[in-house]
């Protein structure tokens, strides 16, 4: 029995196209559980270290603008729902019901082919983003969240006093 994590993003046109719900209750079907989640707004900075890999692409300006919702027009489709998922062979269980990346080659039954769609101006939107091996979902996970937004630790932690101006409630 292997046990991975793996980050799943429902993107902002998932979120343009009220599909969170159904998502949700596809990746359900995996046996995998949330052990994080959260709502946020996408920075160019983690929109640009998220798709690293993609940074000498020709597309790379308009795969930011699509992570960061520009593509549809903002708020308040400017956010993602990021999840972290566990679970015995997590990542291959999760792929399967996500799809193929490209929505026009999924299976009509993934979320992916369900719901995605290749846009008139040549856009993937391919609704979620999951890890693709255990690597990935390392960097990812670490990438979108800290430590204490999980309910386990899941990697090597230490304890650092930092300093910084932080937003409180009035």
């Not at 159904?22 to 359900?28: E, F, I």
């Not at 090597?156 to 006093?161: F, H």
Request: glycine share 8%; proline share 4%; with cysteine.
């Amino acid at each position: 029995m292997v046990i991975e994590y793996a980050l799943v993003l429902i993107k902002p046109d998932g979120v343009k196209k009220s599909l969170t719900g159904n998502v949700l209750t596809k990746l359900s079907q995996t046996g995998c559980h949330i052990i994080g989640s959260k709502v946020l707004k996408v920075s160019r900075e983690l929109a640009s270290e998220h798709y690293r890999h993609l940074k000498d692409k020709p597309f790379f300006e308009s795969v930011i603008d699509y992570i960061q919702g520009k593509t549809f027009g903002g708020a308040p489709f400017d956010r993602v729902f990021a999840f972290v998922y566990k679970g015995e062979n997590a990542i291959a269980k999760l792929r399967e019901i996500v799809g193929a990346t490209n929505p026009e080659s999924a299976e009509p039954t993934t979320i992916r082919g369900s719901y995605g769609r290749i846009a008139k101006n040549g856009t993937m939107e391919n609704v979620v983003h999951c890890s693709s091996d255990t690597t990935d979902a390392k960097r990812e996970i670490q990438l979108w969240f800290g430590p204490n937004e999980l309910t386990e630790e899941i990697y090597p932690t230490k304890k650092e006093t930092v300093t910084e101006e932080k937003t409180i409630w009035a």
